[in-house]
């Protein structure tokens, strides 16, 4: 398959998921189409580490991820909605222009660890004393212009991803074992009890600050991280789906080197205008 067609697949994906995630609550049909919906993820992620490889120019191509995700928080602050893949892709992005650079990449690298850890701090010490009324600022709009992996949609665990991709790129059967073993892992994690247990113990063998730490760090995994603490030790079917994305694998898998109909948009618009229009929908709904 060529980039295109491969971007068609993942976004009718994301769309069923999106229609899940706005109309259908709890319901049989929901579970069906977030199932489905975990399949658009890391094709579009691939997209982007291979789009950074072929691109003319990687700061153009990074600006436009920018952009785009600093007008969806706008949308995000004003609706309340968690959806901005955008700033997901312009991390990755970022990060493998970084890489790139290779002799003063570990330098580069540096930098980049201490300013989103120094942003990160700032934004969740200004979103923890704000009034209600500039918490969706915190948590939205002022990550994604400054860029911070604070509140990112999918968190690290979704950013490692795209290096995995950028690691193993060219090479199928290390990509493919690798992407396999990271989303079992990931999965494992949130449908198990490891994680909270481990959690429990600190807060029971560590005198003193062993609550603080517990909570500081069960809030690093939920908000940087990607792993909700409210869904481990769920079933893996019901609840824990996310080792669905092993069926995108076939898809990333049979690109075929060629980009197919350009379409360079497509998807800097079509994201944000169908999820506003299913908000608009969803919330006539409900007042209804």
Sequence with gaps: MNTFQIKIIALLAMTL???????????????????????????????????????????KYILRLYLASAAMAVFQMLSQTELNFFRTLFIIAVLIAILEIREHAKKYLILFSVYQVSSCIICAIWAANSSADMEAFCFYLLPALSGSIFTLEGGLVYVLIGMIFYWFSGEKK????????????????????????????????????????????????????????????????????????????PLIL????RQGRKVKYSFYLFYPLHIILFWLLSTAVLKC
Excluded at 28 to 44: C, T
Excluded at 254 to 257: A, V
Aim: proline residues 5%.
């Design 254 to 257: 049979s690109y075929n080197q």
């Design 17 to 59: 998921d999106h229609i899940a995630y706005f109309f259908l609550g709890e319901t049989p049909l929901a579970l069906i189409f977030h199932w489905i919906g975990r399949i658009f993820a890391p094709p579009f992620i691939f997209c982007v580490v291979n789009g950074m490889k072929y691109t003319r120019s990687k700061r």
């Design 174 to 249: 290390r990509l493919s074992a690798a992407f396999a073993v990271y989303i079992l892992a990931y999965t494992f994690s949130m449908a198990t009890y490891v994680i909270p247990a481990i959690l429990g113990k600190i807060q029971a063998y560590i005198p003193v600050v062993g609550d603080a730490l517990s909570g500081i760090l069960e809030y690093i995994l939920e908000v940087f991280v990607g792993i909700d603490m409210p869904s481990t030790e769920g079933s893996m079917i019901f609840i824990n789906y996310q080792w669905c994305m092993l069926f995108a694998l």
